[in-house]
């Protein structure tokens, strides 16, 4: 049994390999916030670019729960000012 590949014929092309395409970045642009945690995530992004198909969920998913996160902290943090109250002046006596 030969398991040579053989040569293609002259004028013809060369067999097409079928496997998967080797990790390639994409390139896509990622601005900064100026939030360096939010930032942190966001540039997270960036190992995916090396990973085979398969494993752009694990990372997706991690920069998903960072950004979910950062945004429960948000609500959570003491000291923000929410929506003013009625001023007791202003409650209606009966």
């Not at 013809?12 to 896509?28: I, K, N």
């Not at 642009?29 to 990973?51: F, Q």
Request: charged share 20%; glycine share 10%.
């Amino acid at each position: 049994m030969n398991d040579a590949v053989p040569e293609p014929e002259p004028g013809q092309a060369p067999p097409q390999d079928d496997g998967p395409a080797a990790p390639a970045p994409l390139d896509v642009p990622r601005t900064p916030t100026g939030h360096p945690g939010i930032d942190a995530h966001v540039a997270r992004l960036a190992d995916a670019d090396h990973l085979a198909t398969d494993g752009h969920a694990e990372v997706y998913e991690d920069v998903h729960r960072g950004l979910r996160d950062a945004l429960t902290a948000l609500d959570a943090s003491p000291g923000l000012p929410g929506p003013p109250g009625p001023s007791p002046a202003h409650e209606h006596r009966s």
